[in-house]
Structure formats: C-alpha cells, structure tokens
C-alpha cells in the first residue's frame, strides 16, 4: 500500500536519504524542514505537513548537544504528537541512539531518552529506530580532541554504521506497521574509539598520532559496551574500511 509519509528533517543527511528510497518504493514521502517553512519548536508549518500523512517520520535534531538539549525535545515532541492527533496519523517514528538509556553522564544522551519516551507515552502509535554512530560523524568526533600532533580518544567500544544504512533502516520502519518498540541497527564491526581514529588518519594520509586519553571527549562518559549493538539488533552490510576506501 502506497503512504503518504511526512519526514521532518527530510533534507538532512538521513533524511534527504529515507525521502529518495521511500518515493524509489512508490511511497508519498514529502521533506519537512526549517528550509521548507516547518518550525517544530513553534509549531509552525506542521499542520499542514501532516494533513493527509499516515506516517509522520522525527529526524529532526537538537541545535546543540548541551543542556538546551532536554527543552527542545520536550517542545518538539509536545507539538509534533498533538498535530499528529488532530490528523489522525497512524505511526509516528524517531530516530533514536543504541544505548540511549544507559549513558546517564550526557545530557544530550538523556534528552534522546526523553524523546523516546514522550513518544511512547503519547497517543499516536510508534516505531523507535536507535542506530549507533555513523561513519560519516567520525571525523569531527576526532576533531574535538586534537591538535596538529595528536589526536586524543578514549578506548570506548563503539559500532559505527554508515548514514546510508541508517536511513534504509528507518525508511524499511516507517514503512511498515508500527512496531510499538524498538528496532535496534548497527555497523558490522566493533572498534574501539582510538583504533578507529588510527584507522581514519592512516586511511587519510595523515600523520597525526592517537593517544588513549579515558577522559578524552564526548565518548569518554560512556561505560562499557554501552553503545554497542544490542542482542537481536539488525546488523548493517556495509563496513567500516569499505566505506572509508570510497569516501
């Protein structure tokens, strides 16, 4: 059956990607951003973005990953849920992190956990799609902690996945019936964040060095295999030095 699916971030790097493979399946899948008019803190814009949806898709994100992050999820969602209501949508989705709950020390972190939460609380039916970290962030994580010699990063087990495989995950998710849960998706490979580094730099042709600094960045509040792919999660096909190789 052919929907018509509202994806709010649909210009974005998943977005604009879960928007071609949607309308590629025959679906109505139209973006929605600030660009096209739509304001989720405000509200404005959303209803008539969701007039005649069955599925309204959440990529939208946070401006920042500090403590203004909890607010702008808690408006976001308020607004989005209650037009989704008023327009009878049949299946909300967001995009969501593998391991979300179990990082207590990030704020941004514990923001997506109350974004998930609103969701599942609210009147819509829903579908939640955590993925983990994209191949295609790795270069500015590596940019957070480095100086024109080094490159500091903490031994965190991370599972990193391309942007492409989370968007077909999503667009699979918002095309399907609402899961009432979570669909957990992840890279093939599991790295720790310095080795990855190393890799990243070498495949770059830079000279820079990675020491392993436990406190080092964002990822360094992370315990243990917190981020890493959960049992029975969908493992993705593409790997990490493929994708390097042709980027």
Do not use: C
């Not at 971030?9 to 600030?34: F, N, R, Y």
């Not at 019936?177 to 042709?205: M, W």
């Not at 600094?213 to 096909?237: C, H, L, N, S, Y």
């Amino acid at each position: 059956m052919d929907m018509k699916i509202a994806v709010i971030g649909g210009t974005g790097l998943i977005g604009s990607q879960v928007v071609k493979m949607l309308q590629a399946e025959g679906h109505e899948a139209v973006p929605h951003s600030p660009s096209t008019g739509l304001d989720l803190l405000s509200g404005a814009g959303l209803d008539d973005a969701l007039k005649g949806a069955d599925v309204v898709v959440n990529l939208s994100n946070s401006p920042t990953f500090d403590d203004a992050s909890p607010a702008f999820f808690q408006a976001s969602m308020d607004n989005l849920l209650a037009a989704a209501g008023r327009h009878d949508v049949g299946h909300a989705v967001v995009l969501s992190i593998v391991g979300v709950d179990e990082v207590p020390d990030l704020v941004y972190y514990r923001a997506k956990a109350l974004q998930e939460q609103l969701l599942a609380a609210g009147p819509v039916p829903y579908s939640i799609v955590r993925a983990t970290q994209f191949f295609e962030f790795v270069e500015a994580v590596l940019s957070w902690t480095a100086d024109e010699h080094t490159v500091r990063l903490s031994p965190t087990p991370i599972q990193p996945m391309a942007a492409a495989d989370v968007a077909r995950a999503v667009a699979d998710v918002s095309a399907g019936r609402p899961l009432g849960g979570i669909r957990n998706v992840a890279g093939p490979d599991v790295f720790t964040l310095d080795e990855l580094g190393r890799i990243t730099l070498e495949a770059k042709g830079d000279p820079r060095k990675v020491t392993i600094d436990p406190a080092a960045g964002m990822f360094a509040a992370v315990p243990g295999d917190a981020i890493i792919a959960k049992e029975g999660a969908v493992i993705a096909p593409t790997h990490y030095r493929d994708w390097l190789a042709k980027h």
